[in-house]
């Protein structure tokens, strides 16, 4: 078996390759045809973000069984296409938790204390000793908004040093945040409670701009550090914030742009911290991901399971056909269930009745809890996320029945928060062809795909109407609808609508406006 590595990795990747015995080659900085040459009869290719892997590529490496990503990022990557041609994509998202968790910190002392302000003005020959009067940690709140890995490492680093912890995360479980000394709150009092605020969400729609120019009023003072993607926080609302004395000062290591431009505001703003994306940049990171990234190749030519594999089903060739259209389904189950749950997640039940019980359902119940967590975290899939859920302190757990009143198979995602739940259940129409029958006990045949919009109202003439013509007045087509009651005319009525486009969150709200209205959601899939 040959390996083949584009980009530089640290020796102890190599090493362990060459110790599994297989034949490893480097051909750094190669791309357009003499990449595609160098992957004919390789089995396994090794890359960092140097390393565009197209469709191309995978057509010229027919050979080829893995891609391992030494990092966490795979954007380089085309893992439709590797998917296409069965070739695993892996990435190693946990060999730098340390090294970011160490930087986190690091920027937070060095915004704190003015260290790089003051060190360049040592250097230039001014002993500005008195123009500095710095902030200890001891005793001071740290607010940390997204409690994954990395999330996790900085408020227990933090609360060694005598800090108090409150962190806003909506996928984590009561339990765990106590283990770890932390505060579950809502994103408004961890705002506002933070001497120093901390940011460790992934970018994704929901969360890019999270922090802008209210938030940062809401602040009020502090500090602010992200070193976990650029986006998230408004980099012009956080220097004005920052220049005008909103808040104390900011630390940043990423950006919206990499590399950065010139005239980044956030360059030119004293009091604020800069570092060029070094949060993985140490050598111990750099040796932990190579290390993981080579384990992933020998389990793949080994035939052992892969445990960050971003594609890779992990179940018997022979069943896969069987269960195959459910993992389709039972992600999107999740997807729905999770974005119509109010509330921290505390619990997730996947529940399986008729024909699909008598399968081996890890898979499926596994890409249920993705869809659940898709939005929230950093490349999860059906191989990572149960460890995502135990992580957070999130229960899971899996049901089965031979018995099915109404369906040949059904598979049910329920999500929880204390008393509050959303249940989700889904079928295969004409073999593989996806619907969501219920919804809360609401009866349907929904079409799950793209933009939707669920409204629960009360049943009376003129509602749907209403709602369409709204729709209509904002430019939103509806493609589909489909309603429902549980009870008599004039009780609870909810209604999903198939849209062609997002609906705004200020449509959402001349919606609720109106008293017939209960709740609105809008959902992506």
Known sequence: MKVLVTDPIADAGLDRLREAGYEVETAYDVEGDALLEAVSG????????????????????????????????????????????????????????????????????????????????????????????GNEVNGKTLGVVGLGRVGQEVAKKFASLGMDIVAYDPYIGEERAEQLGAELVEFDQCL????????????????????????????????LVNC????????????????????????????A????????????VDNVVVTPHLGASTSAAQENVAVSTADQIVAAFREEPVMNA?????????????????????????????????????????????????????????????????????????????????????????????????FQSLVTVTVRNGDEEMTISGTLFAGDDPRIVRINGYRLDAIPHGHMLVARNYDKPGVIGFIGTILGEHDVNIAGMFNARRSKAGGEALTVYNLDDEVPADVQQKLLDDDRIIDVDAITL
């Open 228 to 255: 976990a993607r650029g986006g998230v926080v408004d980099e012009a609302a956080l220097a004005a914030a920052v220049e005008s004395g909103v808040i104390d000062g900011a630390a940043v290591d990423v950006f």
């Open 192 to 223: 506002a409670r933070a001497d120093f605020l901390t940011v460790h969400t992934p970018l994704t729609p929901e969360t890019e701009g999270l922090i802008s120019a209210d938030e940062l009023e809401t602040m009020g003072s502090g500090y």
């Open 310 to 406: 971003l594609n890779a089903p992990s179940v018997d060739e022979s069943a896969f056909p069987r269960i195959r259209p459910y993992i389709g389904l039972a992600e999107t189950a999740g997807k729905i269930a999770g974005q119509l749950l109010d509330g921290r997640l505390g619990e997730i039940e996947v529940t399986y009745n008729g024909e699909i019980a008598a399968e081996n359902v890890e898979l499926v119940t596994a890409s249920a809890l993705k869809g659940v967590f898709t939005p929230l975290e950093w490349q999860v899939n059906a191989v990572n996320a149960p460890k995502i859920a135990k992580e957070r302190g999130i229960e899971v757990i899996e049901s089965k029945s031979r018995q099915s009143e109404d």
């Open 42 to 133: 390789v089995h396994g290719l090794i890359v960092r973000s140097g390393t565009q892997v197209s469709e191309d590529v995978f057509e010229a490496a027919s050979d080829l069984v893995i891609v391992g990503r030494a990092g966490i990022g795979v954007d380089n990557i085309d893992i439709e296409a590797a998917t296409e041609h069965g070739v695993i994509v892996a990435n190693a998202p946990e060999g730098n938790v340390r090294a970011a968790a160490e930087h986190t910190v690091a920027m937070g002392f060095a915004a704190a204390r003015s260290i790089p302000q003051a060190h360049t003005r040592l250097k230039d020959g001014e002993w500005a000793k008195s123009d500095y009067l």
């Open 257 to 268: 742009d990499e590399p950065v431009s010139p005239d980044n505001p956030l360059l030119s």
